[in-house]
T-cell receptor
Framework: DGGITQSPKYLFRKEGQNVTLSCEQN?????MYWYRQDPGQGLRLIYY???????QKGDIAEGYSVSREKKESFPLTVTSAQKNPTAFYLC???????????FGPGTRLLVL | GESVGLHLPTLSVQEGDNSIINCAYS??????FIWYKQESGKGPQFIID?????DKRQGQRVTVLLNKTVKHLSLQIAATQPGDSAVYFC????????????FGTGTRLKVLA
């Protein structure tokens, strides 16, 4: 079953805590992305990676960090520096530059 | 389930009718466009795409029209079904040669039985 998986589906964060969202793809795509979705707004790009061991900041990278040690995996860490982390987080991948992006099922992050 | 967008424009159509959802895109340099469907609490699902060298593309029950003169994109859904109820949004690639897409806020489609 090919596709993009994200886990967990729901995640709860306490004050001052770092949390990590998982994203895995078995589509053999080079590029991977993290977006944040808030009600009534378009998707906003947090980080993206064009290739293994390389990633760039998107439009709202502050308070987030990523790694890309394997082609299949692109985990996102929401750090305690992110003061408004409650949102729906979406991971996507594409074969390469300028090609269609396919999305995972999302992770909803809530703050306790 | 969670709502994707609480204050989105809503299009209500009767089951069996055709639906037309519109999108005004922002960057005249964009040359690739995608329509996505997003159900509540789920990730966006690819529906159809179109490149700027075309003005119309058809899929199964869906058609995308592109008017570059006025920077307008539309999605037509034929014989709308209850399962089509979702939020639909467009994406443009902004500036070909980058990885950054620009996403619209979306339109909520409600299918009335």
């Amino acid at each position: 079953d090919g596709g993009i998986t994200q886990s967990p589906k729901y995640l709860f964060r306490k004050e001052g805590q770092n949390v990590t969202l998982s994203c895995e793809q078995n589509l053999n795509h080079d590029a991977m992305y993290w977006y944040r979705q808030d009600p009534g707004q378009g998707l906003r790009l947090i980080y993206y990676s064009q290739i293994v061991n390389d990633f760039q900041k998107g439009d709202i990278a502050e308070g987030y960090s990523v790694s890309r040690e394997k082609k299949e995996s692109f985990p996102l860490t929401v750090t305690s520096a992110q003061k408004n982390p409650t949102a729906f987080y979406l991971c996507a991948s594409s074969p390469g530059q300028g090609e269609t992006q396919y999305f995972g099922p999302g992770t909803r992050l809530l703050v306790l | 389930g969670e709502s994707v967008g609480l204050h989105l424009p809503t299009l209500s159509v009767q089951e069996g009718d055709n639906s037309i959802i519109n999108c005004a895109y922002s960057n005249s340099a964009s040359d690739y466009f995608i329509w996505y469907k997003q159900e509540s609490g789920k990730g966006p699902q690819f529906i159809i795409d179109i490149r700027s060298n075309m003005d119309k593309r058809q899929g199964q029950r869906v058609t995308v029209l592109l008017n570059k003169t006025v920077k307008h994109l539309s999605l037509q859904i034929a014989a709308t079904q209850p399962g089509d109820s979702a939020v639909y949004f467009c994406a443009e690639n902004g500036n070909s040669g980058t990885y950054k897409y620009i996403f619209g806020t979306g339109t909520r489609l409600k299918v009335l039985a």
